[in-house]
DNA sequence: ACTAAACGGTAATATCTATTACTATTTATT
DNA sequence: AATAAATAGTAATAGATATTACCGTTTAGT
């Protein structure tokens, strides 16, 4: 027999903390369809009732928790020296983020239950992808002010600078052809995709400079 | 009672293609997991032993849709004026099919079930993805000793200009949150991305000269 | 102390579905 | 003509699983 019963007074959120936890796991590796109830609740060591009561079923329980996770997607930028600077910390910290195996995992099962959960699939990406592309978009438009950047509309710029940054590579991890890059690799990927795009949207003069400068 | 029995000479592929294109489109429509073997069966007009004796079962079934309607996703590219013009072209033709409802359905399908089906994941990318990539480097490696693009590894610059492509639209159409572009938004979204890409890579001279005259 | 709330554990319910079996039918092959 | 091959249609098999029901236990609130 194991302890059971009413949870003691600041413990209430102790099981549904595990639950949950659990509960990520479990759908990262397994995916929605192919995982039970019964696995999570024994994982979690939680009985089936209390899930039910506390999420309403399997379709709550997995929106819990991509609401849950949406947050750990969001990259800011912390200004560096130079515009070039800023944004290939930035890269680094997003590509780090966005190709752990957790992300991507989630992503795709995302993506494939989207059908199912449109309203789960437009949270996740407004708390997510949203607020990031703003940010970027935030900074460009600052740097155009200065005379940095070309004008072409910063949320452009910011979704063009994303898309520069995931590469190919992103999709052969979603379809599991590719590893996790480390650290150095990332280090590489986000200075050469950082460069190539910065030299469409520099300015001439800077654009001058830094393609002599910083490509052999 | 509906016509049965061995099927006429000439006649033997007639349901399998039927079959094929019955089960493509309900997979397209209801994914791997959500659609039963019964639902196939009736709509392709077909026994189950049937499916069952010419694929093996499900799983076989998937394996040579996927493999199938691998050859429609590689895009080639036809030499016009100007690189940009050729790399524009190119830009359009591909857009036109990776944004196609049932483009993006595949790939979601598939990016879902890799885990499940690894070589089939492989496969496809292989056959799609890898073969239009290997065009364009080769154009990218052509234009470099013609001495229009800088030295970057002609697979790198291939691999960023199709992800320059793709864009954030195209994250937004996997997760159902943006609806099919027409030809109109193509054109456009064609065009502005790959004259971003371009002059980070275009050299300077051509750079220069492309920025006054087409860039307002 | 007593009641209600929240829990764990087991089992039952109800449904869904991939796969196989079986029978009757049509055509190819010899 | 006789046999084998390939099919359609129906039903059976076998397994999985989301959800609910029930029972005993522990704690909060009064």
Redo the contacts with the bound molecule.
């Keep these: 027999?194991?302890?059971?019963?009413?949870?003691?007074?600041?413990?209430?959120l102790l099981?549904?903390d595990r639950?949950l936890d659990s509960a990520l796991t479990l759908f990262l590796e397994h995916g929605y369809?192919?995982?039970?109830?019964?696995?999570?609740?024994?994982d979690?060591?939680?009985?089936?009732?209390?899930?039910?009561?506390?999420f309403?079923?399997?379709?709550?329980l997995f929106g819990a928790l991509i609401q849950r996770c949406s947050d750990q997607f969001v990259t800011g930028l912390s200004e560096k020296e130079t515009p070039e600077q800023t944004l290939t910390g930035f890269a680094q910290s997003y590509l780090t983020r966005i190709t752990q195996p957790d992300a991507v995992r989630i992503r795709a099962i995302l993506i494939a239950e989207s059908p199912h959960f449109p309203d789960l699939a437009t949270g996740f990406y407004q708390q997510s992808a949203q607020r990031t592309l703003k940010y970027l978009a935030q900074f460009f438009a600052t740097q155009q002010q200065k005379g940095h950047f070309i004008e072409l509309e910063p949320r452009f710029l910011a979704e063009q600078f994303i898309s520069a940054l995931r590469g190919e590579r992103l999709q052969q991890l979603q379809l599991g052809l590719a590893a996790t890059p480390d650290e150095e690799e990332i280090k590489v990927w986000a200075q050469q995709a950082t460069q190539l795009f910065l030299y469409g949207c520099i300015t001439l003069r800077q654009a001058n400079t830094a393609q002599q400068t910083n490509l052999k």
Excluded: D, F, H, W
């Design positions: 027999m194991v302890k059971c019963g009413r949870p003691a007074k600041g413990n209430e099981s549904r639950l369809g192919n995982l039970n109830m019964e696995t999570i609740a024994r979690a060591r939680v009985s089936l009732r209390t899930i039910y009561s506390q309403g079923g399997k379709a709550g």
